[in-house]
């Protein structure tokens, strides 16, 4: 079973870092492995040449491989659609790869900002302390490729969330806020995450204020993406009427398909979970799939017998 080849893609491939279930991407407490980190290594042949794509992958091969990559093919993107690539602060080798293979992103998307609500009803935009210059200088360096931190709201309470929902001004002010900070630091847009943390409640304030917020950021020349949940499995927390009503304004969703058995045994993103999840939201083929990010984990898990035995594999 295959999905659709006009849904984007959202490529996890060498984010390597960790995930909870309220939220795409957020610094965890499991336990790390002691390995240390290795370093790439130069091949003289692509992957195609050296017979690594294929669907009877051999294990032997992705162990003596995959940290070796094809150094004349860094700067050539093969892959037509939209990809976006996390990067998080406290994975280093995450910066790395940004720099290394920046030209096969449209997307790098910096976990770096947290917008909160003051006591005095205002706003401020926190984590401007991991924005780092140099390094997005080094992953442009003459790219196409786009910076778009994420923008989390972070330990907002149900108050917090009912005075802005229920408030026009605190609808502008935020956006006024957001936009302005995102200016001011050169970046090209964001990724906002806020869905999850409703659990699929008060939608409907909840779609405005997001219409009005990508409308403005259309306004103001930036881009405005949106991380949804998936809809099948997961509560329906995000449906087809949601993205009929957000996807004329918001440039692309960044779907979490992948934790599919988060807390038991079991797939981490089965195929054809992934397919179900993308024909609930976009049910006909056709454009408007193309802002669908699907979610690809480049991680897996080995079971044990007890739940202190699992290991993750392939995450930092």
Not at 300 to 311: F, K, L, N, R, S
Request: with cysteine; hydrophobic share 40%; proline share 5%.
């Amino acid at each position: 079973m295959y999905l659709p080849a006009c849904v984007r893609v959202l490529l996890f491939a060498f984010i390597l870092l960790e995930q909870q279930s309220d939220c795409t991407l957020k610094q965890g407490d499991k336990k790390k492995s002691d390995r240390k980190e290795k370093e790439f290594k130069l091949a003289e042949k692509s992957v195609v040449q050296r017979k690594l794509v294929s669907e009877k992958a051999k294990v032997k091969d992705i162990l003596k491989q995959h940290l070796s990559y094809y150094a004349k093919g860094t700067e050539n993107k093969h892959f037509e659609g939209l990809a976006l690539a996390y990067v998080t602060p406290w994975n280093n080798h995450g910066y790395d790869i940004a720099k290394v293979f920046g030209a096969k992103f449209s997307v790098v998307s910096p976990v770096w900002l947290q917008i909160k609500r003051r006591e005095d009803g205002s706003f401020n935009i926190e984590g401007g302390h991991d924005i780092n210059n140099e390094w997005m200088r080094e992953v442009k360096n003459g790219r196409s490729v786009e910076i778009m931190p994420r923008l989390f709201f972070d330990g907002w309470s149900g108050t917090d969330y009912q005075a802005l929902l229920s408030s026009e001004a605190a609808v502008k002010e935020l956006t006024a806020v957001a936009v302005s900070f995102l200016k001011t630091n050169g970046f090209s847009g964001t990724v906002v995450e806020i869905w999850s943390q409703l659990g699929g409640q008060v939608k409907e304030p909840l779609r405005n204020f997001l219409n009005y917020m990508a409308e403005t950021f259309q306004l103001n020349e930036l881009k405005f993406f949106l991380v949804i949940p998936p809809p099948v499995g997961k509560g329906n927390l995000f449906d087809a009427e949601d993205f009929r009503s957000l996807s004329p304004r918001v440039d692309g969703f960044s779907l979490m398909t992948y934790d599919y058995s988060s807390g038991s045994i079991g797939p981490n993103a089965p195929i054809k979970w992934m397919k179900e999840c993308v024909e609930a939201i976009v049910p006909e083929p056709g454009p408007d799939r193309s802002k669908l990010l699907l979610g690809l984990n480049f991680y897996g898990y080995d079971y044990g017998t007890t739940p202190e035995a699992v290991v993750e594999i392939g995450r930092a």
